[in-house]
């Protein structure tokens, strides 16, 4: 009987034991055929430093290259802009000028000369009536009686394009 007893208890424990060896032997060839996380993310950090990498050295000769002034076509072209802009803002000023010269003369109107001095002294006339076809003497009307003309306006001070736009 003590045999019996012997040959169960060890049965039941090479059973338990390959159980457990056999569930063990799983879990490692799960482990094997995942790669790790701690692995895989290294890995991504360093692929991303090599990127990281590459792209500073494509701006570093970018930078280099857009940095140097070995353009002379670019240079000429933006000295040519540069005396056309010139001429245009002198052409402006120009035309500004003359705008200002014609509003002034339009604000300024022709007027008649008014003379208040007396008629020049002349002998009298040698014939005692007055031709027919002159209109009858009258009194000139004084220079207290006559009212000043307004002032001209003052001319609105505008800047350069305000006097282009007028």
Not at 14 to 30: N, S
């Amino acid at each position: 009987m003590g045999d019996i007893m012997d040959e169960q208890e060890w049965e039941m424990i090479p059973h338990k034991i390959l159980a457990d060896l056999r569930d063990e032997v799983h879990i490692l060839k799960d482990k094997m055929s995942q790669p790790s996380t701690r692995k895989d993310m290294v890995d991504s950090m360093i692929e991303l430093k090599r990127s990281i990498d590459q792209m500073h050295d494509i701006f570093k000769t970018a930078l280099d290259t857009t940095g140097k002034d070995d353009h002379p076509e670019i240079l000429a072209k933006l000295a040519n802009i540069e005396k056309q802009n010139e001429q245009i803002a002198q052409a402006l000023v120009t035309v500004a000028e003359l705008v200002e010269q014609m509003h002034q003369k339009k604000v300024q109107p022709a007027e008649p000369e008014q003379s208040f001095a007396p008629p020049p002294f002349a002998a009298p006339p040698s014939f005692a009536a007055p031709p027919q076809f002159a209109p009858p003497r009258s009194r000139a009307p004084s220079r207290a009686s006559m009212p000043l003309p307004p002032p001209p306006p003052p001319a609105p001070r505008k800047g350069l394009l305000g006097k282009i736009m007028r």
